[in-house]
């Protein structure tokens, strides 16, 4: 039982970790690489990044259910569960905050100018546009760190 929670542990950190990376190296810059309207690449890294977030928080909550009856089921094993888990919960609380307060601000503003990239840089919608962009590239950044070192630890208190 206990191999299963370890297994599902680093499957789940695994995954979150190695969706953002490729969302961060490949879908993001490619969607504005491949697609002639800019406006469009927006929707579809919007988009993207909500699946992302979702299968984020699954992933979390996955992490520290198996963590809890890890921890549960062997005693011995709860002092090097512990910093693995408070990174996933920073992590959950950060992309939680991501999608709920930064993007859906986001998106209300996209909604309102139509076209981001018509907008001018002197709008001030366009101005809280991008001052959010900057929060929601620097939150993103910060999960996949705190995910990188999680990962780390979570598979170092495997061996």
Do not use: C
Request: no cysteine; glycine share 8%.
């Amino acid at each position: 039982m206990n191999q299963v929670l370890r297994f599902l542990r680093v499957f789940a950190l695994g995954t979150w970790v190695g969706a953002i990376f490729y969302f961060s190296a490949a879908v993001a810059p490619g969607a504005f690489r491949v697609l002639s309207n800019p406006d469009q690449a927006g929707l579809l890294v919007e988009f993207t990044l909500r699946r992302l977030h979702h299968l984020g928080v699954i992933a979390g909550l996955l992490f520290l259910f198996a963590s809890l009856v890890l921890a549960i089921s062997s005693k011995g094993a709860r002092k090097g569960l512990l910093l693995p888990v408070i990174g996933v919960l920073l992590m959950v609380a950060l992309t939680t905050i991501s999608q709920h307060v930064v993007i859906r601000r986001m998106v209300q503003l996209r909604r309102q100018m139509i076209s981001v990239e018509a907008t001018p840089g002197n709008d001030p919608r366009r101005a809280e546009f991008d001052r959010l962009h900057g929060v929601s590239v620097e939150l993103e950044g910060a999960v996949l760190l705190i995910g990188f070192v999680a990962l780390f630890l979570t598979m170092r208190e495997q061996q």
